[in-house]
């Protein structure tokens, strides 16, 4: 580290599970970046004075955002990318040159680069979100952009998918979405189909959906990371099914993070 080295930061609580900080800091390595990220472990209770104080760092660049702060960094910034706006919620901020923070929301960009870096296409394709957290929301505001045929959207708690239906329809009028409650949908017809819930972090976890009731040749993408095969994938590869893992969406944004910060 040198005195010219720029800073940035991975906001979370708790931190000790991220792994930001080590692939950023390295890729910046392999890309002869003067810059480091560190973890900032921090309570939802001080975030306004830690960003005001960060604020006057100079050579602090910005951070990503992880859970639970997304929803509240978000409301501190000074100025939200459309993404983040439609989500409103951040998992990336910067300081522009007038150290005006600026916040956006890759997650959504990031499973569809991924998904179509993947050599999957979305157009035309019927499309089964489960899901209707944070994650699902950015996903459900980037599949918008991509000419699907349809959305059906299935969440535990149907007044979030409603939610997340009304954000879809304010942005794409044309776009046919339909909301079930997760203990009655079919997936029968449904050419992809996503894991956007949270279950599928323990291997205790049950399973989202019965791949089972699936047609045979429909994708199964699940977002969660870490396993990087979830029961659920497994599941469906031993089914026959076409599998898209989590850990696409998330490498995807290492493009989308450089063009953010013009460093690559
Ligand atoms: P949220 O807490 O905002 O949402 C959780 C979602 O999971 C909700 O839809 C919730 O349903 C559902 N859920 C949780 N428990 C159950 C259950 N027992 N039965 C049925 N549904 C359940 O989390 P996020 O949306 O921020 O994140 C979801 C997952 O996505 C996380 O595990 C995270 O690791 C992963 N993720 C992966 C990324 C990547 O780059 N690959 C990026 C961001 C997140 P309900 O609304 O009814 O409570």
Not at 45 to 71: A, Q, R, W, Y
């Amino acid at each position: 580290m040198l005195g010219t080295t720029k800073i940035y930061g991975c906001l979370a609580d708790p931190i000790d599970h991220v792994k930001a900080p080590t692939l950023f800091t390295s890729l910046f390595k392999n890309k002869n970046i003067d810059a480091v990220m560190i973890p900032i472990h921090l309570n939802k209770d001080n975030l306004e004075n830690v960003l005001n104080s960060l604020k006057l760092i100079e050579n602090f660049k910005g951070m990503t955002i992880t859970i639970p702060h997304k929803t509240n960094v978000s409301k501190l910034c000074n100025y939200l990318e459309p993404d983040a706006k439609f989500t409103s919620a951040v998992n990336w901020i910067k300081f522009d040159n007038e150290r005006n923070l600026i916040g956006n929301n890759f997650d959504g960009q990031g499973f569809v680069n991924g998904f179509l870096g993947q050599k999957y296409s979305l157009e035309n394709k019927s499309v089964c979100l489960f899901g209707a957290g944070g994650a699902a929301v950015s996903i459900g505001c980037s599949l918008v952009n991509e000419q699907i045929k349809s959305l059906k959207l299935i969440n535990r708690d149907l007044k979030k998918a409603f939610d997340l239906k009304n954000k879809i329809n304010a942005k794409s009028k044309s776009l046919q979405v339909e909301v079930y409650p997760d203990n009655d949908y079919t997936l029968a017809g449904s050419d992809i189909i996503i894991n956007a819930t949270s279950l599928g972090l323990k291997t205790s976890d049950k399973l989202p959906f019965d791949v089972t009731k699936s047609s045979k040749n429909s994708v199964i993408a699940d977002i969660i990371m870490q396993p990087e095969e979830t029961e659920l994938l497994k599941h469906a590869k031993s089914l026959g099914r076409c599998i898209h893992y989590g850990k696409y969406m998330i490498e995807s944004q290492i493009d989308l993070v450089g063009n953010f910060f013009k460093i690559w």
